[in-house]
């Protein structure tokens, strides 16, 4: 019987001892999760050694951070038509260094290292009052390095009073209602730093995407009055090598339905999927080339038959089948969510209907 006391109280001691271990990691971990978040919401200086913790630290905006009031340092800017990301609204603002100016060469903007774009991503909660209550999702930003394009995304918190660096990405759960009264619920997902190069890809290197003077070559509205933007941008000082709108080439709102139905698609097709679908970017082997301005038939898919598409492919045995909408591999893989299916393969996790529409109507026209 002593033995047998000896041994429970041995064996009591030892389990007291690995739960208070236990415990005494779950507080280590805790603790380590604390000094995180503190960390990232910890006040930290701006002193030029990029990226920041929070997105505050770069001056930005003035005011309350969630009303996006841009600083006099930032220039805000609008491709005439907008990449498809699930239905977020977006607004953009390039920062282009003191004493520095951006060259147009060659029909593409070379922005000056130490360049800034700044990308909000948000929603309203009523899609039908636009400029009413919204939430911020994230704001992604590309800077110009000496080493090159960097890309870093920032999640904005619940309180709409900051965004903190997410190198990993996210996934968030995003509610609204749509231009139909319905209620509408998106798992949001923003990228982390290694995907944006998926899309922001030109021969194998990190690169803007609407900071193009085919995008950029409209009217905007600023504050001294409407002025075209590259205009705008070489009467800041800020832009070299704009030799007036009819000088360059200009690509249309795919969302303007007085224009001609092909404009319009050829616009939507350039925004949505010619970062990669181009000469210079990872999908140039697919021989699939939708730039708004091309003409060759066989490269713009029609009646031609898929490189290496695999599943991507269904049923089908053309990228564009003329006349038959239903029957066209491209519309087959914009109308998917599935990976290894869906097109783009990242950046949405929803069907852009309006914009399969579009591109139905456009084959169902071709001959």
């Known amino acids: 019987m002593k033995y047998t006391a000896l041994i429970y109280r041995i064996i009591l001691m030892f389990t007291l001892l690995g739960l208070s271990a236990c415990q005494g990691e779950k507080n280590e971990i805790q603790s380590?999760?604390?000094?995180?978040?503190?960390?990232?919401?910890?006040?930290?200086?701006?002193?030029?050694?990029?990226?920041?913790?929070?997105?505050?630290?770069?001056?930005f905006?003035?005011?309350?951070?969630?009303?996006?009031?841009?600083?006099?340092?930032?220039?805000?800017?609008?491709?005439?038509?907008?990449?498809?990301?699930?239905?977020?609204?977006?607004?953009?603002?390039?920062?282009?260094?003191?004493?520095?100016?951006?060259?147009?060469?060659?029909e593409e903007i070379s922005l000056p290292v130490g360049s800034i774009l700044v990308k909000n991503f948000y929603y309203p909660e009523d899609f039908r009052q636009p400029e009413g209550k919204r939430r911020i999702i994230e704001t992604r930003l590309m800077i110009h390095e000496e080493k090159g394009w960097q890309a870093y995304p920032y999640l904005w918190n619940e309180e709409q009073s900051d965004a903190i660096l997410k190198i990993v990405g996210a996934e968030t759960e995003v509610r609204f209602v749509d231009q139909t009264g319905?209620?509408?619920?998106?798992?949001?997902?923003?990228?982390?730093?290694?995907?944006?190069?998926?899309?922001?890809?030109?021969?194998?290197?990190?690169s803007p995407i609407g900071i193009q003077p085919k995008h950029l070559n409209n009217d905007l509205p600023y504050e001294s009055g409407t002025n075209n933007q590259l205009a705008h941008w070489t009467d800041l000082g800020k832009l070299e090598g704009f030799q007036g709108q009819d000088s360059h080439p200009q690509v249309i709102d795919y969302e303007d339905q007085s224009q001609a139905l092909n404009d319009r698609a050829m616009a939507y097709?350039?925004?949505?999927?010619?970062?990669?679908?181009?000469?210079?970017?990872?999908?140039?082997?697919?021989?699939?080339?939708?730039?708004?301005?091309?003409?060759?038939?066989?490269?713009?898919?029609?009646?031609?038959?898929?490189?290496?598409?695999?599943?991507?492919?269904?049923?089908?045995?053309?990228?564009?089948?003329?006349?038959?909408?239903e029957q066209s591999i491209l519309v087959y893989r914009m109308n998917s969510t599935e990976v290894g299916i869906a097109m783009p393969e990242i950046g949405r996790t929803t069907i852009h209907q309006e914009g399969i529409e579009l591109i139905k109507a456009w084959i169902s026209s071709l001959n």
């Open 61 to 106: 905006f003035e005011g309350e951070m969630a009303a996006l009031s841009p600083s006099q340092k930032l220039i805000p800017y609008r491709p005439a038509s907008s990449l498809f990301t699930d239905y977020a609204l977006k607004s953009r603002f390039v920062l282009i260094p003191d004493g520095s100016k951006a060259q147009l060469i060659d």
């Open 182 to 206: 319905k209620d509408q619920v998106i798992n949001y997902l923003v990228p982390n730093k290694n995907q944006c190069k998926s899309c922001h890809n030109k021969n194998e290197e990190l």
């Open 269 to 325: 097709l350039d925004i949505n999927c010619a970062h990669c679908h181009r000469a210079e970017g990872p999908a140039s082997t697919s021989g699939l080339f939708l730039t708004f301005d091309q003409k060759d038939p066989m490269k713009l898919g029609f009646n031609k038959t898929p490189v290496a598409a695999g599943k991507g492919a269904g049923s089908f045995k053309f990228d564009i089948l003329p006349g038959k909408p």
């Open 32 to 59: 380590d999760q604390a000094k995180t978040g503190q960390r990232a919401l910890a006040p930290e200086e701006a002193n030029g050694q990029f990226p920041y913790r929070r997105l505050s630290t770069y001056g």
